[in-house]
């Protein structure tokens, strides 16, 4: 069954409404991610949305593609939203679903930036006491974070533990070396064009890429991860 909202007219989300409640909003980025995909995050958030609720028959809505990176907007390509007009953004989001019935939302974040919106959440549910809403952050879910530090504990921002097939792009070769990880209390403290100078091609550290089947088997847990949230752990 196609699940995709994309691919479904309104009176079959009317239909599933009637005899289930729970949905999946993916969130994504439009960012820098050195010699990878500006939609990395998006990419990453929307296809995993998928992979995980297609099986169960949960519809997915469309990933959101823009969200919070001001400390990147000096790499070209790079599109970040105040604060304020992202956090009314989902909260509308949130708000139309609920509306319309869906009671129990996934909020599927590919994004680290994106987490001030969780604050939304709890204005959302005074209105609508009786829902329920999860935000996972996939890349750290215990389970997914596990088995990357398993394969390389040198994982961040840009480098391979992000390199994907899905997110590479034709023709880009990846270098390969491996970076020497930054400073995180230094870059926190940067100005976006003193940032870019800091960081160089945009990677935090880490090698660039890693072998398919290391990648592939990232992705398998991560898939397991998220369909065991879609199914359990929901508030009574």
């Known amino acids: 069954m196609v699940m ?19 949905c999946v909003l993916p969130l994504g980025c439009t960012e820098q ?3 990878l995909s500006l939609s990395t995050d998006t990419i990453l958030a929307e ?25 990147f907007l000096e790499f070209p390509g790079t599109v970040s939203l105040s604060s304020d007009l992202y956090l009314k953004l989902i909260g509308e989001i949130l708000c139309s679903l609920l509306k319309q019935g869906f009671r129990r939302i996934f909020i599927l974040n590919g994004h680290g930036g994106n987490t001030p919106a969780r604050a939304v959440i709890s204005e959302a549910l005074t209105k609508f006491p009786d829902a329920r809403i999860k935000w996972h952050d996939w890349w750290i879910g215990p389970k997914t974070w596990e088995k990357v530090v398993s394969i390389d504990p040198d994982a961040s921002h840009a480098s391979w533990m992000e390199n994907f097939a899905w997110t590479r792009l034709k023709g880009i070769a990846q270098p390969q070396h491996r970076k020497p990880m930054i400073d995180p209390n230094v870059y926190r403290q940067l100005s976006p064009s003193a940032l870019k100078s800091y960081l160089g091609d945009g990677s935090f550290g880490g090698l660039y890429e890693r072998p398919e089947e290391e990648m592939n088997s990232i992705w398998d847990v991560a898939i397991e991860e998220t369909r065991e949230l879609l199914q359990s752990g929901w508030a009574d």
């Open 33 to 35: 991610h050195a010699y």
């Open 4 to 22: 995709r909202i994309s691919e479904m007219h309104w009176q079959q989300v009317e239909s599933y409404i009637g005899s289930n409640n729970i």
């Open 47 to 71: 296809k995993l949305a998928f992979d995980s609720a297609q099986t169960l028959g949960i519809p997915v809505f469309p990933v959101v593609p823009y969200g919070l990176t001001p400390s």
